[in-house]
């Protein structure tokens, strides 16, 4: 159980247009769920944190206006790279809890992750 | 502000020997410490977890993990290592806010070679 799903798992994109990328949750609801990037040099980077039904909180230093989150609902959440530029090329992974706050200390199921590649 | 450091950055062991993938943390308040490990061009898996009770913690695939409150430490090891056991491993705390999000250190590439 408790499996996420991301989609697509790589994309090519040019240079100023945008690319949406989907997490779902298959068997589970998530009302959070969280959006990472990771560099090449391995570490995992914390964007934001997705609310269902409300909107994203943003880590410092990440642009709300190119990174845009939508949680439309308790199965799903989406992360939109606006206008991308070459240096947004990066592996992007998308993770869900399952249950309420009172699970917080239940582990984060993780999809496989999103090859983003702009020209 | 909750951290977590994995002070290496690779591992190398032999198929057979014993590993250890160090993990040291900071926290105000109690540690809620996790490991993960990931493959190639994969997300994350879920190794094992520490909340509280049993300092050794077992989790996944063979895997065990130490936590140790005065060297602030939670160790990841395994008594005999296999060529699969081949990836980058993520030691994680979740953080003190009330969103439950977790903050990874910089991993650590474990390689096992036959």
């Known amino acids: 159980g408790a499996v996420v799903s991301q989609h697509p798992s790589r994309v090519i994109c040019k240079s100023g247009t945008s690319v949406k990328i989907e997490c779902r949750s298959l068997d589970f609801q998530a009302t959070t769920m969280f959006w990472y990037r990771q560099f090449p040099k391995k570490s995992l980077m914390l964007m934001a944190t997705s609310n269902e039904g409300s909107k994203a909180t943003y880590e410092q230093g990440v642009e709300k206006d190119k990174f845009l989150i939508n949680h439309a609902s308790l199965t799903l959440s989406t992360l939109t790279v606006t206008s991308a530029h070459p240096e947004d090329s990066s592996f992007y992974i998308c993770s869900a809890r399952a249950g309420s706050r009172s699970s917080y200390n239940s582990p984060l199921h993780f999809g496989n992750g999103t090859r983003l590649t702009v020209t | 502000a909750q951290s977590v450091a994995q002070p290496e950055d690779q591992v190398n062991v032999a198929e057979g020997n014993p590993l250890t993938v160090k993990c040291t943390y900071s926290?105000?308040?109690?540690?809620?410490l996790f490991w993960y490990v990931q493959y190639p061009n994969r997300g994350l898996q879920f190794l094992l977890k520490?909340?509280?009770?049993?300092?050794l913690v077992k989790g996944s695939y063979g895997f065990e993990a130490e936590f140790n409150k005065s060297q602030t430490s939670f160790h990841l090891k395994k008594p005999s290592a296999l060529v699969s056991d081949s990836a980058l491993y993520f030691c994680a705390v979740r953080d003190s806010g009330n969103t439950g999000k977790l903050i990874f250190g910089q991993g650590t590439t474990l390689q096992v070679k036959p």
């Open positions: 520490y909340i509280t009770g049993d300092n």
């Open positions: 926290v105000s308040g109690n540690p809620y």
